[in-house]
C-alpha cells in the first residue's frame, strides 16, 4: 500500500531529505529523535504523519516550522532552503502556546498586526475566524479563563488569521470533544479544499489520519524513522462511514501502529 | 460586602494584641517608661498629627523609599533580562549578583556616606542598592523562564527577533518581576529606616533616633506604630498594582469561569 503522491509531478511544498537530527541534553548525552527522514509534500497537499508518542512526530515540525536548528539533511519550503520561522508556515502547537496576557481576540489579530493587515480587515477577520471556530462570546476571556478545548480553538483561530500556505498543526484536535473535534474536522477540510493549502498534520487517532489526509506517514518508535507511507487519498463518505475501502485501510494502519507500539516493549 | 468584612475580620488580630497591650499597661506590671500604654502612644501620635511633624517625617521617609525603590526597580528589572538575553552579560554579571545578593548591603552605608555625604542622596542610595539584587534575581529568572514556544509562535506570526523582548519576553516574565518586586519592598524600607536613624537625617527613622536620646519613650512606640502604618499602606499598594497588572492571569481573578 506504499502510495505516491497524488501529484508527484508537481512542484513540492516541503522537500525533506536525509534529515537526521538528535536533541542535546544535560551531561553531553544526545538524544536521537530523527532518524533518515525522507519526505516529499505536494503544493496542496495534506499528509499525516502518525506514530508512537515520543517518536518524534512534534520534533519534525518544530524543524520544519524553523524553530530547531539541525545539521545533517536539506529541508527545502517552496523552493527555498529552509531558514528559520516564518509566517508562510503556520503553526497550531500541540500545547497551544496562547499569549496569557492576550484576550482571544487580541490573539488572533497579533499575526495580522504583524503582516500590517489593515485595522478594519483585520478586526473583521477576526470576528469571522472566532465565529467560525464556535468561540463567539468569548473575545474579551483570557486564555486562563477558557478550557483546553476552546484555547485549542483559539490557538487554531490565531493561525488561520495570518492566511499560511502551509499548515503545521500538532495534534490540533486532541484536546476537543468527539463533537466539536469533528466539526473542527469539516472546517479543516473545507479550509483546505477552498485554499489549497498544503497541510502538515500530527495526530495519533488512525481514522482521523485516514479520515482527512491524502497520504499518512507511518512512523517507527523513536529514533523516529519513516517505516511505511499510506496512501489514502480515496473517496470518503465520512468519518465513522467510510466504507470498506476506509475500513481496510484503517485496519491495515492499525495493525502497522500496534506491532511498532509491541516493538517498543520488545 | 464581604471585601469590607472580611477586612474587619483580618483586623481583628491586630486589635486583639491591642488590647493586650493596654491591658499589661495598665497592669502596672510594667512601669509606663518601659511599657507606655497604646492609649498613650495614640495620644503621642494624634499630637505630632496635629503639629504638622508626623506629616513631614512621614512624607521624607517615603519619598526616599520610593524613589530609591524605584531606581532598584528599573536597574534591578533591566539587569535581569538583559542577562536573560545576553551570554556576555550573564557570564560578568552573574556572579556579581551572586555576590551582591546574600551581602548585608547595610555594611556599605559607610562607603556610600563616605562619597555622598551625610544627607538624603546616602539615604537613596542605599535604600536603591538593598532591594536591587532580589529585583535582578527574580526578573533573570521571570525573563529567562518564558515558554520558548510563545517565542516561537511569535515568530511564526511574523514578529522580528527585535521584537520578542518588548512584545512577549516583558509581558510573560511579568508576574515574577512583580513578586521580585514586592518581596524586595520590605528591604527598600529598612535600608531607609536604618539608614535615617545612623545618619540621623530626619524622617520616621530620624525622630526614633532623637526619641531614643531623649529618653522619650511614647516617641519611640509612636515611631513604630507610624512606621508600620506606612509599611503596611506601601505593600498594599504594591499587591495591588500587581493586582491589577495581572487582570489576565488566573491569580487575579477571584474564580476563573469553566
Ligand atoms: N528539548 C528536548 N530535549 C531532549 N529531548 C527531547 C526534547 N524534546 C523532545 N525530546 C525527546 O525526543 C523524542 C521525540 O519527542 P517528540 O518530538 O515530542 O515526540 P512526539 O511528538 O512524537 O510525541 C522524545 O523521546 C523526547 O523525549
Ligand atoms: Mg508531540
Redesign the interface.
Known amino acids: 500500500m506504499n502510495g505516491l503522491p497524488a501529484t508527484a509531478a508537481a512542484e513540492a511544498a516541503i522537500e525533506i531529505s536525509g534529515l537526521n537530527f538528535e536533541y542535546e541534553t544535560a551531561g553531553q548525552q544526545k538524544v536521537r529523535a530523527l532518524d533518515g527522514i525522507e519526505l516529499s509534500i505536494a503544493k496542496g497537499e495534506f499528509v499525516s504523519i502518525l506514530g508512537p508518542s515520543g517518536c518524534g512526530k512534534s520534533t519534525l515540525l518544530y524543524i520544519v516550522g524553523g524553530f530547531v536548528p539541525f545539521n545533517q539533511g536539506s529541508i527545502i519550503v517552496e523552493g527555498r532552503p529552509l531558514a528559520g520561522p516564518g509566517p508562510d508556515r503556520g503553526v497550531v502547537f500541540q500545547q497551544f502556546a496562547l499569549f496569557p496576557w492576550k484576550t482571544v481576540q487580541q490573539n488572533v489579530l497579533y499575526g495580522m498586526e504583524k503582516q500590517r493587515v489593515p485595522k478594519a480587515e483585520r478586526l473583521e477577520r477576526a470576528a469571522r475566524l472566532i465565529r467560525e471556530v464556535g468561540l463567539a462570546g468569548f473575545e474579551d476571556s483570557f486564555p486562563s479563563q477558557l478550557s483546553g478545548g476552546m484555547r485549542q480553538r483559539a490557538a487554531i483561530a490565531r493561525t488561520l488569521a495570518v492566511d499560511p500556505s502551509i499548515l503545521l498543526m500538532d495534534e490540533p484536535f486532541g484536546a476537543l470533544d468527539a463533537q466539536t473535534r469533528s466539526i473542527m474536522q469539516e472546517q479543516l477540510l473545507e479550509i483546505w479544499r477552498s485554499t489549497g493549502k498544503t497541510v502538515l498534520f500530527v495526530t495519533h487517532d488512525v481514522r482521523e489520519a485516514v479520515y482527512l489526509s491524502q497520504r499518512v506517514v507511518l512512523m517507527t518508535k523513536r529514533p523516529g524513522r519513516i517505516k511505511e507511507i499510506v496512501d489514502t487519498d480515496f473517496e470518503k463518505g465520512g468519518e465513522f462511514a467510510g466504507g470498506k475501502r476506509f475500513d481496510d485501510t484503517v485496519e491495515y494502519i492499525w495493525n502497522q501502529v500496534k506491532a511498532e507500539i509491541g516493538a517498543s516493549h520488545g | 460586602m464581604t471585601g469590607l468584612r472580611s477586612f474587619a475580620v483580618s483586623l481583628a488580630p491586630v486589635l486583639v494584641l491591642i488590647a493586650m497591650w493596654e491591658g499589661v499597661a495598665r497592669s502596672g506590671l510594667l512601669t509606663p517608661f518601659l511599657l507606655p500604654a497604646f492609649s498613650v502612644v495614640i495620644g503621642r501620635i494624634w499630637e505630632d498629627l496635629l503639629s504638622g511633624s508626623l506629616a513631614s517625617a512621614m512624607a521624607l521617609t517615603t519619598a526616599r523609599a520610593l524613589s530609591g525603590f524605584s531606581i532598584a526597580a528599573v536597574l534591578g528589572v533591566s539587569l535581569g533580562i538583559v542577562m536573560a538575553v545576553s551570554g556576555a552579560m550573564r557570564w560578568f554579571f552573574d556572579p556579581i549578583v551572586s555576590v551582591g545578593f546574600p551581602t548585608p548591603k547595610i555594611a556599605f552605608l559607610p562607603i556610600i556616606v563616605l562619597w555622598l555625604g551625610l544627607n538624603d542622596a546616602s539615604v537613596v542610595a542605599i535604600t536603591a542598592l538593598s532591594p536591587f539584587f532580589i529585583i535582578a534575581i527574580n526578573s533573570h529568572a521571570g525573563a529567562s523562564g518564558v515558554?520558548?514556544?510563545?517565542l516561537?509562535?511569535?515568530?511564526?506570526?511574523?514578529?522580528k527577533p527585535g521584537e520578542l523582548m518588548r512584545e512577549?519576553i516583558l509581558?510573560?516574565a511579568?508576574p515574577q518581576i512583580l513578586t521580585g518586586l514586592q518581596i524586595a519592598l520590605p528591604t527598600a524600607m529598612i535600608a531607609t529606616l536604618v539608614s535615617e536613624m545612623l545618619t540621623g537625617v530626619g524622617g520616621l527613622g530620624g525622630q526614633l533616633l532623637d526619641a531614643q536620646r531623649y529618653a522619650d519613650s511614647p516617641g519611640l512606640f509612636a515611631g513604630v506604630v507610624e512606621i508600620a502604618f506606612v509599611g503596611t499602606v506601601l505593600i498594599r499598594g504594591v499587591a495591588f498594582g500587581r493586582r491589577r497588572l495581572l487582570?489576565?492571569?488566573?491569580e487575579g481573578?477571584a474564580g476563573?469561569?469553566?
Open positions: 515558554d520558548k514556544q510563545l516561537w509562535a511569535a515568530r511564526s506570526l511574523g514578529s512577549i509581558p510573560a511579568t487582570c489576565w492571569h488566573s481573578r476563573a469561569t469553566a
